[in-house]
């Protein structure tokens, strides 16, 4: 469970949230709407840990967290398989099996051996979905995850992201501009106005 209290944090004197509380329970999917510049994005860097509040509480009890951020960050001097295998336990002795189900997942059978330089932009946002997959974790940060992608591929892809979730009991914030991908996947929506100045 994750449990936000009274958080409050700025940056540069800009308030993003103040006195902000929310609870996200185990097997629960949130999505996370609003204006850009509303804080979706800090607020997964908040229960990521990466960015700490200047006031108020957040308890995370989830054990291992998978965060894919907004813009691709793969490793360019590896390929694919690569990527993936890397944030792996070495001693997996599954793991290449786990590779190629995450990679069939999001429907990048082919571009195993691809270099991220090779890829388009689309392709490049569903490996680092994939490489989360493959990192697993009970909790997953999808920051639009499905921004690059044409509408028909990120509706068969949200439902099958939903699918994988729901069968590991994993909980998922997402952060979307996009209704169609909030209602598709998530159990709620949480809707952020603009920020305060």
Not at 60 to 80: C, D, G, I
């Amino acid at each position: 469970m994750l449990k936000m209290t009274n958080v409050t944090f700025a940056f540069d004197k800009k308030n993003i949230f103040i006195d902000f509380s929310m609870e996200l329970n185990k097997g629960e999917i949130l999505a996370v709407m609003g204006p850009s510049g509303c804080g979706k994005t800090t607020l997964l860097g908040l229960v990521a840990g990466l960015l700490k509040p200047q006031s108020g509480e957040i308890q995370n009890s989830f054990e291992k967290t998978a965060y894919v951020f907004q813009e691709p960050r793969l490793f360019p001097w590896l390929t694919v398989k690569e990527n993936l295998l890397v944030v792996m336990n070495e001693k997996d002795t599954n793991a290449l099996k786990t590779v190629m189900e995450c990679l069939s997942l999001v429907g990048l059978d082919d571009a195993l051996d691809k270099y991220p330089s090779e890829l388009s932009g689309g392709m490049k946002s569903r490996a680092s979905l994939a490489r989360a997959l493959a990192f697993g974790g009970d909790l997953f940060l999808l920051d639009e995850p499905f921004s690059a992608l044409d509408e028909e591929l990120r509706l068969t892809l949200s439902i099958k992201i939903k699918d994988y979730l729901r069968a590991r009991g994993a909980s998922a914030i997402l952060v979307t501009h996009n209704r169609e991908d909030a209602e598709s996947i998530a159990d709620r929506t949480l809707i952020f106005p603009l920020t305060n100045p």
